[in-house]
Nanobody, 119 residues
Framework: QVELVESGGGLVQPGGSLRLSCAAKGSIVSIDLMGWYRQAPGKERELVATVTGNGSTNYADSVKERFTISRDNAKNTVYLQMNSLKPEDTAVYYC?????????????WGQGTQVTVSS
């Protein structure tokens, strides 16, 4: 059994920064893609950023140049450094990790952490 444990959300003023962390715990052999998604009230969940096992990254246009995703494979942890935060970044942020299985990739999701950007 695998669990994704997120931390680092909170309330921040516009222009501020936050760092989210997501640690995968349990019986883990390897992790393929890791990423962050977010869901604002009344909107669908959307991709924020992903990072592959060899460090290749992908970002939503809305967060490019402001957010940085990284991972520590030894700790099975993915991070999201968020700078220059805007009110429109307010959402619940979810971590995702894809685990290889004998039948293909299986994705796990974290419980979500609230990020609120407001003055």
């Amino acid at each position: 059994q695998v669990e994704l444990v997120e931390s680092g959300g909170g309330l921040v003023q516009p222009g501020g920064s936050l760092r989210l962390s997501c640690a995968a715990k349990g019986s883990i052999v390897s992790i393929d893609l890791m990423g962050w998604y977010r869901q604002a009230p009344g909107k669908e969940r959307e991709l924020v950023a992903t990072v592959t096992g060899n460090g290749s990254t992908n970002y939503a246009d809305s967060v490019k140049e402001r957010f940085t995703i990284s991972r520590d494979n030894a700790k099975n942890t993915v991070y999201l450094q968020m700078n220059s935060l805007k009110p429109e970044d307010t959402a619940v942020y979810y971590c995702r990790a894809d685990f290889p299985t004998v039948v293909g990739l299986y994705d796990y999701w974290g419980q979500g952490t609230q990020v609120t950007v407001s003055s």
